[in-house]
């Protein structure tokens, strides 16, 4: 039976784990071939063994840093090559830091999220869209956060990045469509999901108490699975979600319809 992405070619970036690990293992099994891209190499290579344990031939591993063009433009090379083609990519790397509130940020820390985060979507379609619009149709999922759409009173960097991604995501979605291209670009805003981006709050508080906290702050009372994001990924990299360009989908039980 052919799957729900069979014939995709998905370069994943932050791949090695969490979100973009999930990701990869869902679109693999649904007949991907994907390209995990993630400045921790040895992460990405591991994560790929995995995944051609369960499906031979479908993962390559790249190393990159997604702040560097010079990074993304050899990357992209290799896994159009390995891959024979790229039609799909997911712009998922990205980190969160301490911030405090906006007096007790530093220019240094702010500029640091807003080029990992920021940065890494603007360099993945500028230079992606190329290999994309030879095998479309194509799509573009960018992981933007709940934290894109919903401010805080102490995350400015986060807050500002994932509003960024948000825009740049409906930008990158028209801009194609205006190029006569079938490349659809959408965001994902999840709320707070079980990975390893989590560890600092489950330091502070210990694991059962921190998910509970954070579970408390969710209408359906829990934090996500990295599965919950990695299905609404694999819709939007899918030809199911084929008329969705420039649109968003909240993966944050409830939190935004409060
Ligand atoms: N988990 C959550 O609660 C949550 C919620 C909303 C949004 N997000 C977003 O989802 C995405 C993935 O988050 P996650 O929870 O899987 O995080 P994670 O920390 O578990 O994984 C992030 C991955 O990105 C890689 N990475 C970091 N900086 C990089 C760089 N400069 N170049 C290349 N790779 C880099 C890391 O090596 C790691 O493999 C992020 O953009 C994050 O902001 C996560």
């Not at 359906?220 to 084929?242: F, M, T």
Request: proline share 3%; hydrophobic share 45%.
């Amino acid at each position: 039976m052919a799957g729900r992405v069979s014939g995709k070619k998905v370069f994943i970036t932050g791949a090695a784990q969490g979100l973009g690990a999930a990701m990869a293992k869902a679109m693999a099994a649904e007949g991907a071939k994907v390209a995990l891209a993630d400045k921790n190499f040895a992460g990405a290579e591991k994560t790929s063994a995995e995944i051609n344990a369960a499906n031979p031939g479908s993962a390559f591993a790249f190393e990159l840093d997604v702040t560097n063009e010079e990074q993304w433009v050899v990357a992209l090379e290799a896994a159009n090559k390995a891959m024979g083609g790229i039609s799909g990519l997911v712009n998922n790397a990205g980190i969160s830091a301490r911030e405090g509130g906006i007096e007790e940020l530093s220019l240094e820390t702010f500029r640091r999220v807003m080029s990992v985060n920021v940065d890494s979507v603007f360099l993945g379609a500028k230079h992606a869209i190329k290999y994309l619009a030879k095998n479309q149709p194509g799509a573009i999922v960018n992981i933007s956060s709940i934290a894109g759409l919903i401010a805080n009173h102490n995350s400015p960097a986060y807050n500002a990045s994932k509003a960024a991604v948000w825009l740049l995501s409906k930008n990158i979605g028209l801009y194609c469509a205006k190029k006569g291209l079938d490349v659809r670009s959408n965001s994902i805003h999840p709320t707070f999901i079980d990975t390893p981006i989590l560890d600092p709050i489950r330091n502070m508080f210990g694991k059962e108490e921190a998910e509970a906290k954070l579970g408390r702050q969710i209408p359906l009372g829990r934090i996500g699975q990295p599965s919950d994001v990695a299905n609404a990924a694999l819709y939007l990299i899918s030809d199911e979600s084929r008329f969705l360009t420039g649109a968003e989908i909240k993966v944050d039980g409830g939190i935004s319809a409060m």
